[in-house]
């Protein structure tokens, strides 16, 4: 009997404990379903958006260029002077300046209470340090025009930083209100030498944005910076999704992978077309922000003859191109510089397309058609160019492509090279072009930027107008411009500098660049920066779910 109620005890004993067993198993299944359930609420709630770009961010130093990403750069790293919507210079790390009468020292009151990404203080002591690293490194930043006129900087007290210069130069703000060089890396990013143009230990910013995560040519993950100065961003985090082909970035939008394709040349303008024209996405085109060129290289002896240069420019039809390729969303343009930057408003005749003239002209120049009648020849060479490209712009291939064919019509041979970026603008800087599809540099740089590189040795730009023959007097003329105190003669000069520039047919207008900008419809406001190179994250706002 004893042992049968021993049996039964147990088996009581058994079956609670199974119970008990089978309802802690469905508690948690069902706290795991909360729980997932609450994750799930939390991920959706996240304000993160992913975006696309066609090449690595690069090393993220704030004093060097390419492979660098100027959107990527901006996120992390702030200038004394930001530039605003028309042209208008606001303070940034600098809260006031002053300008001597005779414009050659600048003083700046730096912006108290800023601090960089990692906690460490803002001052004029750390101004000077990346000033002097960028004048170590001053024959790569010739370009800028202040480079060349920097006499010495000063920290006058921990807020107060002094820049005197050799000569006036006018347009001081807006060099220092660019994306790069004058840009601001913390103590913990430079190198034990404190030469930056080596490289840098890490990127460590005054910006609203720190890089949090990095794999190369994979993705980089930005999250807000906890020590920010200014507004906190809208956005906690931003993935940026490294895709190198347009057609394959526009797939990974419309799958959901992407929240926003935002630039120059990110798709193509069929594609931009017709994700605009989709009810399921939110589209916006840019007012222009530069102008496509394309270099024809005077340095290379078939084009140092204005003949040959002027019968390129005439022998295609520009208006026909730009409004094809671009569907009518770019403008074709008739100046190397719109009529919407100081001093640029100047009457200039365009060049217009006529193919008769432009066969007399190559005619007159001593090229004439082969005996087979496909290629011209002077001398036993063949009127052949390479036409080098970005091959990650759709819009720059098609256009290579469609100038290839015309100029073929008139006994021109073109062999196309499309090249990485990087590569591109080394051959640019070696001189190592014929053909060269280039853009000025647009708000906050032009006009003065565009004049500079006219004149300054490096850029390709100089280079490209070596064999005009009144090369000297229009360096002499960038100068004057750029030093000039005097409103009237600077516009009379620059008016003189367009002109020249205009009639000699080796920078060629092809039209005037828009940014695209496509979202999904959780991003509810987009605003396009002022400033040509910044990121478009300040205005960016999501959807309240």
Not at 223 to 238: C, E, M, S, T, V
Request: hydrophobic content about 35%; overall charge negative.
């Amino acid at each position: 009997m004893l042992q049968q109620h021993r049996r039964f005890s147990a088996l009581m004993l058994a079956t609670t404990i199974l119970l008990l067993l089978v309802i802690v198993g469905c508690s948690n299944t069902e706290s795991g379903s909360d729980s997932s359930s609450a994750g799930s609420d939390q991920a959706s709630s996240a304000k993160e958006i992913t975006m696309s770009w066609p090449r690595d961010i690069g090393t993220m130093n704030p004093h060097t260029y390419n492979p660098s990403q100027l959107f990527a750069q901006s996120m992390l790293y702030e200038p004394l002077i930001s530039y605003q919507k028309d042209g208008k210079l606001e303070p940034a790390l600098a809260e006031s300046w002053t300008i001597s009468d005779d414009g050659k020292v600048y003083t700046f009151k730096l912006r108290q209470g800023v601090k960089f990404s990692d906690g460490t203080p803002f001052n004029a002591e750390i101004v000077k340090k990346n000033f002097d690293a960028v004048m170590k490194n001053k024959a790569t930043h010739s370009w800028l025009g202040i480079i060349g006129v920097l006499d010495k900087t000063e920290v006058v007290d921990d807020h107060t930083f002094r820049m005197t210069l050799t000569e006036p130069y006018y347009p001081v703000l807006q060099d220092l209100s660019v994306v790069r060089p004058f840009r601001f890396l913390g103590e913990a990013g430079f190198p034990d030498d404190e030469d930056t143009s080596k490289g840098i230990k890490e990127p460590v910013g005054t910006g609203p944005w720190m890089l949090a995560e990095y794999k190369q040519d994979e993705y980089a993950v930005f999250k807000r910076n906890p020590n920010y100065w200014g507004a906190a961003p809208k956005l906690d985090q931003i993935t940026v999704k490294i895709i190198p082909d347009a057609e394959t970035r526009v797939l990974a939008f419309e799958k959901g992978d992407l929240d926003l394709i935002f630039g120059e040349g990110m798709i193509s303008l069929d594609a931009f077309q017709q994700l605009r024209d989709n009810d399921k996405y939110v589209s916006q085109l840019s007012d222009p922000v530069g102008t496509r060129d394309l270099l024809l290289n005077s340095s290379n002896p078939k084009l140092s003859d204005l003949r040959v240069r002027m019968a390129l420019q005439q022998g295609f039809n520009k208006k026909a191109m730009v409004e094809g390729i671009t569907l009518g969303l770019e403008e074709p343009a008739d100046t190397a510089l719109s009529k919407n930057y100081p001093y640029t408003n100047v009457d200039l005749k365009p060049i217009e397309y006529n193919v008769e003239q432009s066969k007399a002209l190559l005619d007159e120049a001593g090229w004439k058609m082969s005996a087979n009648g496909s290629v011209r020849e002077k001398d036993g060479q063949q009127l052949e160019f390479e036409m080098i490209f970005d091959k990650t712009d759709p819009i720059q291939k098609a256009m290579a492509e469609t100038i290839q064919a015309e100029w073929s019509e008139l006994g021109v041979k073109v062999n196309l090279t499309g090249l990485e970026l990087t590569v591109q603008i080394k051959r640019l800087k070696a001189n190592d072009f014929d053909l060269y599809f280039w853009y000025n540099y647009g708000a906050p740089y032009d006009p003065h930027s565009f004049i500079n590189v006219v004149a300054s040795p490096g850029f390709g730009i100089s280079e490209t107008l070596s064999a005009l023959p009144m090369k000297k007097e229009l360096d002499e003329q960038v100068h004057a411009a750029l030093s000039s105190t005097d409103e009237t003669k600077r516009q009379e000069l620059y008016g003189s500098i367009l002109t020249t520039l205009q009639e000699q047919s080796a920078i060629v207008p092809i039209s005037y660049v828009k940014k695209t900008a496509v979202y999904q419809k959780k991003i509810a406001k987009f605003v396009f920066p002022a400033n040509r190179d910044e990121h478009p994250f300040a205005g960016l706002e999501l959807s309240t779910p």
